[in-house]
Nanobody, 124 residues
Framework: VQLQASGGGSVQPGSSLRLSCAAS?????????MGWFRQAPGKEREFVAA????????DYSDSVKGRFSISRDRASNTVYLQMNSLKPEDTAVYYC?????????????????WGQGTLVTVSS
């Protein structure tokens, strides 16, 4: 079972990026809560956004609230993270993850499948 994150890149402050996360096994994420986390150099991995199994509930860290949006397309088995108004402090490797349950969860220990990460660099 693999989660493939993509869409990262190097952008200027104020730009937008959309990250995607696809699972190798359809059943894995269609009924699971999903999340995005990030890890900046020298820092611990931190929660960014989460969504429940049907997309009806979402949550965000305070640092990205109002700028980032998580969504999912169950038909294509893909989860997205739309990132707007990017700041240099958003620079990190972004990881998608599948939760053990169908609920929206925000703690790392609630996730048991992780993607390989995609690098986002925000710099002028």
């Amino acid at each position: 079972v693999q989660l493939q994150a993509s869409g990262g890149g190097s952008v200027q402050p104020g730009s937008s990026l959309r990250l995607s996360c696809a699972a190798s096994r359809r059943a894995l994420i269609s009924n699971n809560g999903m999340g995005w986390f990030r890890q900046a150099p020298g820092k611990e991995r931190e929660f960014v956004a989460a969504i429940n199994w049907n997309g009806g509930s979402t949550d965000y860290s305070d640092s990205v609230k109002g700028r980032f949006s998580i969504s999912r397309d169950r038909a294509s088995n893909t989860v997205y993270l739309q990132m707007n108004s990017l700041k240099p402090e958003d620079t990190a490797v972004y990881y998608c993850a599948a939760a053990r349950s169908s609920y929206l969860v925000t703690t790392k220990t609630s996730y048991n499948y992780w993607g390989q990460g995609t690098l986002v660099t925000v710099s002028s």
